[in-house]
């Protein structure tokens, strides 16, 4: 089975799972959370090389104080629990979002987990907090506008490549395949700039539910797509029908 080099997941459904139990939304979080211990693993072992997680959006902050707080504590208890985990099988930790925004305590403790698994020769977990694609995209034009107005680049000099660089994923290969769970149809405002080319798969399954063989499902669906990237049949097989470590 061809893996992607770049898995990227919407976790939805966690207040959703917890309301069809009568359960307190909080409750369907921190179910959440244990999934991702599970599916984080199961990636790793599988030799998938990136793997980033929508954790909490830009627009997430609008929820109710006392659920924003509870999500960062189960924040912090998870990068306090897992570290060892992610030391024992190479993983190393990063962040992608408006971290400013964060707590102090939960900032603090998200680069204590980077610097600590900044050497892990394993998968890169990507973790997307408060996260959105426009403001990332807007923080970026920022950036090459002040540069502009500094003399260090000129407008001709601006590129795809550029402005890639200017992203919070600089370094990170565009993924490959995005899986959102709960059956919503939409990318919800996740890295709009890098899913261009991106193979998307949906299923049903609440993120509380989701399990091994979700993910596996997902994998298989993604082997028998095809990526042409904007060309045809023909050039692609011209070029070599098989990228490094996933499938065209």
Not at 26 to 55: F, M, N, P
Not at 116 to 126: P, S
Request: contains cysteine; proline residues 3%.
């Amino acid at each position: 089975m061809y893996l992607p080099r770049h898995l990227a997941i919407i976790m939805d459904g966690n207040g959703r799972w917890a309301r069809q139990r009568g359960l307190p939304r909080i409750l369907g979080h921190q179910q959440g959370v244990d999934v991702v211990r599970g599916i984080v693993e199961e990636c790793s072992k599988l030799g998938i090389s990136w793997l980033t997680l929508y954790a909490f959006s830009s627009e997430n902050w609008g929820r109710p104080e006392e659920e924003v707080e509870a999500l960062m504590g189960l924040l912090v208890n998870y990068l306090r629990n897992e570290l060892d985990t992610m030391l024992k099988h190479g993983i190393r930790l990063n962040v992608i979002g408006d971290i400013g925004r964060m707590p102090l305590a939960v900032a603090k403790m998200l680069q204590e987990s980077m610097e600590r698994t900044r050497e892990q020769k394993g998968m890169v977990l990507t973790l997307a907090l408060s996260y959105g694609a426009r403001d990332e995209i807007t923080r970026a034009v920022r950036k090459i506008a002040a540069a502009a107005a500094s003399g260090e680049i000129t407008a001709d000099r601006v590129s795809e490549q550029m402005v890639g660089d200017y992203l919070d994923t600089a370094g990170l290969p565009d993924p490959d395949l995005l899986i959102r769970t709960s059956g919503e149809m939409r990318i919800s405002n996740f890295l709009l700039w890098q899913l261009a080319y991106t193979e998307l798969y949906f299923t049903e399954a609440l993120w509380p539910d989701f399990k091994s063989d979700h993910l596996r499902q997902a994998l298989h669906e993604y082997n028998r797509r095809e990526r042409r990237f904007g060309l045809t049949g023909e050039q692609m097989k011209k070029e070599g029908s098989k990228e490094e470590g996933g499938r065209h």
